[in-house]
């Protein structure tokens, strides 16, 4: 069974690889076992997950005892019926008469969404994010290395000419755009920097791949 | 109406969980909406798969193009929900965890699933390399920058990157390309990464405002359907 399991795992390998040849139906198939097995490991994971974990064990709490032998069952949550019932109504987007309803669980989501979000964001994308960049510049007691400190530096005005060259409300001359030029050179640092990254993630995902067919597969990598 | 209730709902909804960070005894209030939000996730999920059936279904009674694939995706979708829903094959039976080790559904998982998974993201690799090799080129200050910063890093992820430099004295080590591309990661791209941040928090803010004001409505689409 692991011989089979080793021989699939390197024929859809090399089936998604193969499309750096052409388009040809090798990788057809592979993509669409592809399509088909994660659509299908996707809905059973959340079915399991958040109908059943979620809800129905919610609902109806599976009965629990301590160590003496006294139930410790959670209290049923009915409140869970109204998310299942906010569910029900997203299907009714399939009855063409009614398929106006569904948008009622919709904007519960986008409500919800937009609740939550300003709160959250305002705090850990705004608010900690400025407090992390004013810090004292030279330590705390004065004690920073050289090497810390031109850090920081870097950081502080970094982040505020980036700003700057995001505020569109005037427009970019004299010193104000010679500050935003300041915030686009380092805008390009930063994406330079994520495409590099990006780049080796996938390296080392492809290296994994090679180091499965070379070294699992072919047992020429011991 | 079709309208004005959802708009409600986005208003009444959006308002409360506001106020709720506020309010001592509403506080778990978000934790209770993300409990409704995840479920009603599924049945959107539910509609999903329902629309991947349609599609695959009629081109296969339609005998479109590569109709033939679309037995293979159909196959997976059932052969995987079978397997789970039913829990077929899991050593702990029915009450174990679907994704139980040695179940055959994370089999699946960890045999097909896996491997066409990482080989389909490490094919980004070669049309990233493609792509870069065609698009970069240092033409100006922003462009040498930006090709500048993505070359450090990439060496300095990397045993030629040490080698490159190991000539630099110790006193100058900030120099060596691995330890370049740390402080880059740490110091202009922190910057960066920031500014961008707190935009992305600004923006986020106005349209939740917008969307809870029921100033954004294109979430509602049109009154045809």
Partial sequence: MEHFAL?????LTLGIVSFL???NPWYKLCEAIFVGLSAGYWFVVLFWDNIYGKFWVGVFPLEEFDEAGREITAEPDYWLFVGAALGILMLMRLVPNIGWISRWPLAFIVGSTAGLYLINYFSSNMMRQVQGTIVPLFGAGYDASAYAIVGNI???VGTFAGLVYFFFSKEHRGVFGGTAKVGVFFLMLTFGASFGYTVMSRMSLLIGRMDFLLGDWLGMIK | MRRQIPLFITFFV???LIFSVFIPPMETWGEDFTLFFDIIAV????????????????KLTRRKQDWTYSIVTLAGFFFMLVLGLLKIGNPGGIAASVTAEGSWFQTMF??????LQSTMYALLAFFVASAS????????????????AAFIILLGRTPFGMYLTAWVPESFSVLQIPNLAIWIMNSPNLAGQRAIIIGIGLGVVSMSMRLILGIERTYLGDDSG
């Fill in chain 2, 14 to 16: 959006g308002t409360l």
């Fill in chain 2, 43 to 58: 049945f959107a999920f539910f509609l999903g798969g329902g629309n991947l059936m349609r599609v695959h279904f009629n």
């Fill in chain 1, 21 to 23: 040849y052409k388009d």
């Fill in chain 2, 133 to 148: 090799y065609r698009a970069f080129r240092a033409k100006n200050r922003e462009a040498t920058i930006l090709l500048v």
């Fill in chain 1, 7 to 11: 021989w699939l795992a390197a024929f």
């Fill in chain 1, 154 to 156: 870097v950081v502080a």
């Fill in chain 2, 110 to 115: 960890n045999d097909v699933l896996n491997p």
